[in-house]
C-alpha cells in the first residue's frame, strides 16, 4: 500500500527528532506546532475499485489518532462525492498539534523531561551556553549525567580566566583530568561561547591546542636524541636522551652534524659517527627544534620516506633550518628498492616550495602517479649498506 500509514506518520516526526528540531524548538521557541504532516491517500480510482481496502485504511489511521492506542496525531476528513460509491469521508490532512504530542507518538518524552531539566540548569547557572543546548540538543541528553560538571568546569573557567595551570590541577568535586580530556571537545564549544574574547587565543585552534586556546600550561614537547660520538657534554655511558624543549633548547653538545629520521630502529641503528648526532623525528612537528638556536649553526640531514608526505616534511623543515640537506631521498634509492614500494593511503599534492630541484622533480613524479600509483618507500626498507655508503660520502 502507498498510502500514509501510522508508521509513516510516526517515522516523519522521528526525522524531526534526529535532526534535533523538536527539542531545539524548547530552547529556541520556534512555533514548530501544530505541525501538518503530508497525506498520501487513495485516488477517485482506488477509492471505486479498492473500496473495501480504503475502509480498512481509514479505520487503520482512525484507530492510531488521538484517542486511539498510540495517540499523538489528529485526523481531519472530507467527505467525497463519487458518481458510483457515493458520499465517502477520507482523511484529507494529518497533524501534530503539540511538542509533546510527537514526543508521545515516538516514545521520546523521557528524553524531553531530561532535556528541561539541563534547560532549567543551564538558565539558572550559565545562560551564554544555552545557544549549544538549542544547536546541539541530542548531545545534550546524552551528556545530562554530566551535564552540571561541565557547567562545574565552565564556571571556574570564567572565575579563573588563562590559569596557567596543568588540567590536572583543576581542583573541582567530581572533576578529574582524565574528564576534561574525555570532554575536551563539548568544552571548547562551551567556553568559546561563556569566556571574553580576550581570554581566548583564537589562533590556536583544534582539540590538540585546547591548553594553548584556553590558557592551561601544555605538555612539554621532548625531543630524543643519540650522541653519535663520545661528548664532554655528557657524563660517560650516556647516549640516548630526552629533553623538554626548552632544555633541548640550552644544550649545545658541540657536534657539527645533525641527522633526523623518522623512524625509530634507523634512529637506534644509526652507526657511529664523529662530531654527530641524531635525532628521533618529529613528523610534521619542528616547533621544538626550532628554538634550539645552536641547531641553526649545524649541518643537518633529514632522512625520512620516499612519498609525498615524507617530502612535505622535508619542506616543512626547511621552514625552520632553510639550510637542511635530505638523506636517501632520490630518485635512485627509490629505484633502487622497487621491490619494497608499497601504496601511500594518502598522499598529498600540495605545492612546495622549499625543495631543491631534483627533490621537486622527484616529488612530482610521486604525486602524479608518473612511477605507479601513489608509490612509497619506508625508510626501514632501504639497505643498510646504502646508509654507510651515504654517510661515509657525506664525512670525506
Not at 87 to 105: K, R
Not at 208 to 236: H, I
Not at 279 to 290: S, V
Request: negative net charge.
Amino acid at each position: 500500500m502507498t498510502w500514509t500509514t501510522p508508521d509513516d506518520i510516526r517515522g516523519r516526526v522521528q526525522r524531526e527528532w534526529e535532526k534535533g528540531r523538536l527539542l531545539a524548538a524548547m530552547a529556541t521557541g520556534e512555533p514548530l506546532f501544530p505541525l501538518r504532516i503530508p497525506l498520501r491517500g487513495p485516488s477517485s480510482t482506488e477509492l471505486r475499485d479498492r473500496f473495501a481496502e480504503v475502509q480498512e485504511w481509514i479505520g487503520l489511521l482512525r484507530s492510531a489518532a488521538r484517542g486511539g492506542q498510540r495517540p499523538g496525531f489528529r485526523l481531519e476528513m472530507r467527505k467525497i462525492e463519487h458518481r458510483v460509491i457515493g458520499g465517502n469521508e477520507v482523511p484529507a490532512e494529518i497533524w501534530i498539534d503539540s511538542l509533546d504530542d510527537a514526543l508521545t507518538l515516538i516514545g521520546r518524552s523521557r528524553e524531553a523531561a531530561r532535556y528541561r531539566v539541563l534547560l532549567a540548569t543551564t538558565r539558572e547557572r550559565c545562560p551564554s551556553v544555552l545557544p549549544w543546548l538549542a544547536k546541539r540538543p541530542l548531545r545534550a541528553v546524552e551528556l545530562a549525567a554530566d551535564w552540571p560538571r561541565l557547567l562545574d568546569i565552565v564556571e571556574w573557567l570564567q572565575a579563573n580566566p588563562r590559569p596557567g595551570i596543568y588540567l590536572r590541577q583543576i581542583d573541582l568535586p567530581g572533576v578529574h583530568s582524565k574528564f576534561i580530556e574525555q570532554y575536551k571537545g563539548t568544552l571548547s564549544e562551551l567556553f568559546d561561547l561563556a569566556l571574553p574574547a580576550e581570554t581566548i587565543n583564537s589562533e590556536a585552534r583544534g582539540i590538540g591546542l585546547f591548553e594553548r586556546r584556553y590558557g592551561f600550561r601544555e605538555k612539554p614537547a621532548t625531543v630524543r636524541f643519540r650522541l653519535l660520538d663520545a661528548s664532554p657534554a655528557l657524563p660517560q655511558g650516556l647516549s640516548d636522551l630526552s629533553l623538554i624543549d626548552a632544555e633541548f633548547a640550552r644544550f649545545d653538545p658541540g657536534v657539527s652534524r645533525v641527522f633526523i629520521t623518522e623512524n625509530e630502529i634507523d634512529f637506534l641503528a644509526f652507526p657511529h659517527l664523529p662530531d654527530s648526532l641524531v635525532i628521533f623525528g618529529a613528523g610534521y612537528g619542528f616547533d621544538a627544534l626550532g628554538q634550539a638556536r645552536w641547531l641553526h649553526d649545524k649541518s643537518i640531514y633529514y632522512w625520512g620516506d620516499i612519498d609525498t608526505h615524507g617530502f612535505a616534511i622535508l619542506d616543512q623543515l626547511r621552514a625552520h633550518f632553510p639550510e637542511a640537506g635530505s638523506l636517501l631521498m632520490d630518485h635512485d634509492t627509490l629505484i633502487a628498492h622497487r621491490e619494497h614500494w608499497i601504496e601511500e593511503a594518502s598522499p598529498t599534492n600540495r605545492t612546495l616550495s622549499r625543495l631543491t630541484p631534483a627533490e621537486t622533480a622527484l616529488y612530482d613524479d610521486l604525486r602524479s602517479n608518473r612511477l605507479g600509483n601513489s608509490v612509497r618507500l619506508e625508510q626501514e626498507k632501504i639497505g643498510f649498506q646504502r646508509l654507510l655508503d651515504a654517510l661515509n660520502e657525506l664525512t670525506r
